[in-house]
């Protein structure tokens, strides 16, 4: 598919191309709202994970740690209510951070295919290895959310696009590597951690995205499995 055109691409798989408007954007965090006094379901796991004193009780400090927290990734509401979404993307963070140096350590990930891009939809982590050599990562990226799922399986990256720019909502989508129809690695403005999702692709930071795009090419093999959580 080296000549086709960016309309054809389009084609195949409209959803996984464009992000919503804004998240493609990288709309900037929310303002900060008023903070609750309500203590959360999550409020010890919260309070640990943030180094707050582990008490269960929500104080006007606890709040406004959670409420940067909350600013800063994009969940909304920002009251600072350690809830269930809050808790979510923490308890993410440590499980992705539990993997260490070692993401394949399950060894889902093909190790007979020489360069290959790794995703992992369960902790969504991403990276490249070369057999069973790790090449760069693992690192956390944004993949599509309910009803806009990344899908599974082993692909291959048939096109890129450094420059790419959606021809539906015409927003900018930096470094795309695209592997299943409209799904592609790309870089986005937004927190890995930003819920719900992407519509499909890969998001990434910057840094990420470019280092991607300087050690794969087309032809390269891609490997997804597992399931984003919450869908």
């Known amino acids: 598919m080296r000549g086709m055109s960016r309309r054809g691409v389009v ?3 409209v959803t996984g191309l464009v992000a919503p408007l804004g998240l493609a954007l990288g709309a900037a965090p929310a303002q900060a709202a008023s903070c609750t006094t309500r203590t959360g379901p999550y409020q010890k796991q ?19 740690a959670i409420q940067a927290f909350q600013t800063k990734h994009g969940i909304t509401p920002n009251i600072g209510y350690a809830g269930p979404v809050t808790w979510g993307v923490m308890d993410l963070m440590n499980k992705q951070k539990a993997v260490g140096s070692n993401p394949n350590k399950d060894g889902k990930c093909p190790v007979n295919k020489g360069r290959i891009a790794c995703v ?11 057999g069973s050599r790790l090449v760069y990562g693992p690192v956390p990226v944004r993949t599509g959310r309910d009803g806009y799922e990344t899908r599974t399986g082993l692909k291959k990256i048939y096109w890129r696009d ?8 015409h927003v900018p989508m930096p470094y795309s590597q695209f592997f299943d129809g409209g799904q592609a690695f790309h870089s986005v403005g937004l927190s890995m951690w930003n819920p719900p999702g992407s519509h499909g ?3 990434m930071t910057t840094t990420d995205a470019k280092k991607y795009w300087s050690l794969l090419k087309q032809g390269d093999d891609v490997f997804v499995y597992g399931r984003k959580p919450g869908t």
């Open 162 to 169: 450094i420059d790419h720019v959606s021809m539906i909502y």
């Open 46 to 64: 919260v309070e640990k994970f943030l180094g707050r004193p582990v008490d269960g009780r929500q104080s006007a400090a606890d709040c406004k």
């Open 201 to 203: 692709c890969v998001n």
């Open 120 to 130: 992992n939809l369960t902790l969504q982590l991403s990276w490249i290895q070369d």
């Open 11 to 13: 084609a195949l798989g």
